[in-house]
Nanobody
C-alpha cells in the first residue's frame, strides 16, 4: 500500500545508456532491500539487480559489467544505471522493496525501456 515510483525509461539505440530511478519512502529505504525486475512481451518477469540496506549489490549474469545499482538515502532513491544496452533489454522495468523483512512487499508500476537496433 506504499507508493513507489519508477522513472527514467525511454527509447534508445543499441549501445546507448539510460538511468532509471525508484523513489521510495524513507522508512522503506532504510529497512528493505530494493530490487529491479523486468518483464518483456512473451517472457516471464526476471530479477535484474538488487541492493541490500548496507549497499551490497547483486546483478543477474546477463547485466554484469553493463548495469550498476546504487542508492542515495538522502533522496530516498535507488538508481539503475544501464550502459551498453541491447535489444534484449527491452522490457518494462519495475522496482520493488521485496526483501529484508516479512512486510517488505512494495511495488512500483513500471517504466518502459525500449532498445532498438
Amino acid at each position: 500500500q506504499v507508493h513507489m515510483v519508477e522513472s527514467g525509461g525511454g527509447s534508445v539505440q543499441a549501445g546507448g545508456s539510460l538511468k532509471l530511478s525508484c523513489a521510495t519512502s524513507e522508512d522503506i529505504f532504510s529497512s528493505c532491500g530494493i530490487s529491479w525486475y523486468r518483464q518483456a512481451p512473451g517472457k516471464e518477469r526476471e530479477l535484474v539487480s538488487s541492493i541490500f540496506t548496507d549497499g551490497s549489490p547483486h546483478y543477474a549474469d546477463f547485466v554484469k559489467g553493463r548495469f550498476t545499482i546504487s542508492q542515495a538515502d538522502t533522496k530516498n532513491t535507488v538508481y539503475l544505471q544501464m550502459n551498453s544496452l541491447k535489444t534484449e533489454d527491452t522490457a518494462v522495468y519495475y522496482c520493488a522493496a521485496d526483501f529484508g523483512h516479512y512486510w517488505c512487499n512494495y511495488w512500483g508500476q513500471g517504466t518502459q525501456v525500449t532498445v532498438s537496433s
